[in-house]
């Protein structure tokens, strides 16, 4: 076969497999719009499999199985996102909270939980110095809830997981990110009523040293 004839060919293989990617992008995005995750990840699976480094279509793929609850498979496709656009605050967002609703699941081992609340904490984090001016304050207070949620494992673990100073550390941390979110907002009651939760936990570790 003439070379001119194999690179028309490679080229022709090429514009349909960008052609049959776009579609499914464009199907699994108005599939997300509608609220429907479950074809949403039909589509952008497919479209992933074309091409692994499509960005938006994995930002996508993520976000649908956040919400289908899929948070194991939603953390992979955000890792994979992650790795192309290492300053996409809301991809490591969406991850953290993955990572937290999997650290509420009883059935995980201490070293496991442990893992996906320091992990949520860290991708929070990491969104706070990408996007310091978040203007909604989000990312301060989901990462308080995290800070809350690692204090109290650490408090009522048993065994090697047990450390009462880091767990007060966390409810301190968890108090100084709520009152962030305060500050900014003062008519939100519900921050309130979480900054006494955690001073309420705190307040009785404290008179028990």
Known sequence: MKLSVIISFLILSSLE??????AY??????????????????QLEKACLI???????????????????????SIAAY???IS?????ATAYYYRARDKSYLGKDNALSP???????????????????????DTQNKYYQTRGIAYRE????KLQTTGKYYDKNRGINS???????FEKVLADNPNRTDISSLIDQSKLKLDEVLAHR
Request: glycine share 6%; with cysteine.
């Open 150 to 153: 690692y204090g109290l494992f």
């Open 79 to 81: 890792t994979k996102e």
């Open 17 to 22: 497999n960008t052609y049959a990617q776009n």
């Open 111 to 133: 070293a496991d939980k442990e893992k996906c609340l320091l992990g949520a904490i860290y991708d929070l984090t990491k969104a706070i110095s990408i996007n310091p001016n």
């Open 51 to 73: 091409d692994s480094t499509n960005a938006n279509a994995l930002w996508m793929l993520g976000y649908s199985y956040y919400h289908s609850e899929n948070y194991k498979k």
């Open 171 to 177: 409810l301190k941390a968890s108090i100084a990110d």
């Open 25 to 42: 992008v464009k199907l699994g995005q108005e599939a997300l719009m509608d609220g429907d995750f479950k074809a949403a990840v039909a």
């Open 84 to 88: 192309i656009n290492p300053t996409d």
